[in-house]
T-cell receptor
Framework: SQTIHQWPATLVQPVGSPLSLECTVEGTSNPNLYWYRQAAGRGLQLLFYSVGIGQISSEVPQNLSASRPQDRQFILSSKKLLLSDSGFYLCAWQSTRELGEQYFGPGTRLTVT | QKEVEQNSGPLSVPEGAIASLNCTYSDRVSQSFFWYRQYSGKSPELIMS????GDKEDGRFTAQLNKASQYVSLLIRDSQPSDSATYLC??????????FGAGTTVTVRA
């Protein structure tokens, strides 16, 4: 069965500090991978998605970036965090063999102080 | 116009009643539709997928799809306190991306 991991689970970072969030998927190959952000009491905002190694599509221009160095690894980064970057960051995977179902990881709760 | 709209909540239902959640979408070419359940502080969990017009039942959950009306709904029968959560409607707009509604929060009163 497929499993998706995210770490860390929670993170408190000062404004201006760098960020690196990691997501890995087990039990599937060549998945589509996604980063979402959910602000408190808000809906899901798609940040980035990737359909293959090194292939990144950005949905929202901001101070975040994403990379996919391996087939089942997806990384979200920032060089300098803003207060508005606080939120619940969710990684998701989608099987290219299915009709669009996405499965979410446990998430990382980021607080920028 | 938002791509996916859900009925505004919160929705409060007594235990044992039917909770009815509605969702409309704007893109007529959408082909697949999903309902996710999100408990407070947790990540969304897929509970139903529906691809064809009509009803799909899974336990106490029934999803209904009407592509002509661009409408998808979720019924929760015999609601339990454990069903208290936010329910997200999602629509596949193309092969890669899902568009999510803002969610409807359901509270089941014991």
């Amino acid at each position: 069965s497929q499993t998706i991991h995210q770490w860390p689970a929670t993170l408190v970072q000062p404004v201006g500090s760098p960020l690196s969030l990691e997501c890995t998927v087990e039990g599937t190959s060549n998945p589509n991978l996604y980063w979402y952000r959910q602000a408190a009491g808000r809906g899901l905002q798609l940040l980035f998605y990737s359909v293959g190694i090194g292939q990144i599509s950005s949905e929202v221009p901001q101070n975040l970036s994403a990379s996919r160095p391996q087939d089942r690894q997806f990384i979200l980064s920032s060089k300098k965090l803003l207060l508005s970057d606080s939120g619940f960051y969710l990684c998701a995977w989608q099987s290219t063999r299915e009709l669009g179902e996405q499965y979410f990881g446990p998430g990382t709760r980021l607080t920028v102080t | 116009q938002k791509e996916v709209e859900q009925n505004s909540g919160p929705l409060s239902v007594p235990e044992g009643a039917i909770a009815s959640l509605n969702c409309t979408y704007s893109d007529r070419v959408s082909q697949s539709f999903f309902w996710y359940r999100q408990y407070s502080g947790k990540s969304p969990e897929l509970i139903m997928s529906i691809y064809s017009n009509g009803d799909k039942e899974d336990g106490r959950f029934t999803a209904q799809l009407n592509k002509a009306s661009q409408y998808v709904s979720l019924l929760i029968r015999d609601s339990q306190p454990s069903d208290s959560a936010t329910y997200l409607c999602a629509v596949n707009m193309n092969d890669y991306k899902l568009s999510f509604g803002a969610g409807t929060t359901v509270t089941v009163r014991a």
